[in-house]
């Protein structure tokens, strides 16, 4: 019995004194364990602990598009996140992604070519533009970056070329 009150005092401390790291791995464990929505609680303390944390935007954003949240508030983690890696193509993609389930297929578009400005060879990407393009009525372009997505090696998109190009 006091053998579990100390580790009940003990849990209580750790949690309580806990800094924006210390959220970060908790909420870290929780996603890769698959607790998605637990995950986001940490990261929001991590973010309320730090607000300079950009990759904990970035990882809260991603939990809340795997789990399918809501897409305005993905967009300000990730754009949140891209103030402090200004760099990051996946980041530039994941937001155009979220952008596009909007409805936001112009803005979509200028992030999936912002990723591929920074990452050039990232298969993905040209998958995503090849789509939005193909919701946009532009099927050439659609084409032009599917087969840019299969030419650097994405075999998803196998299919919607056999369906759309000549």
Not at 29 to 50: L, M, W
Request: with cysteine.
């Amino acid at each position: 019995m006091l053998r579990n009150l100390v580790a009940i005092i003990l849990i209580s401390i750790f949690i309580t004194s806990c800094g924006g790291d210390d959220y970060y791995n908790i909420a870290t464990f929780h996603a890769k364990s698959g607790d998605y929505e637990k995950a986001i609680e940490y990261f929001t303390k991590a973010i309320d602990t730090n607000p300079k944390d950009g990759e904990a935007y970035y990882q809260r954003a991603y939990c809340r598009q795997t789990i399918g949240g809501d897409n305005e508030l993905i967009i300000a983690d990730y754009t949140k996140s891209l103030e402090f890696k200004p760099n990051d193509h996946e980041a530039y993609m994941n937001r155009g992604v979220a952008k596009m389930a909007i409805g936001k297929n112009s803005e979509a578009i200028v992030d999936y070519i912002k990723s591929i400005e920074i990452n050039p060879k990232y298969s993905v990407v040209y998958a995503n533009l090849g789509n939005v393009y193909k919701l946009n009525f532009d099927n050439d372009k659609a084409c032009e970056n599917w087969n840019k997505s299969l030419e650097l090696g994405n075999e998803n998109v196998r299919e919607r070329i056999e369906l759309n190009c000549k």
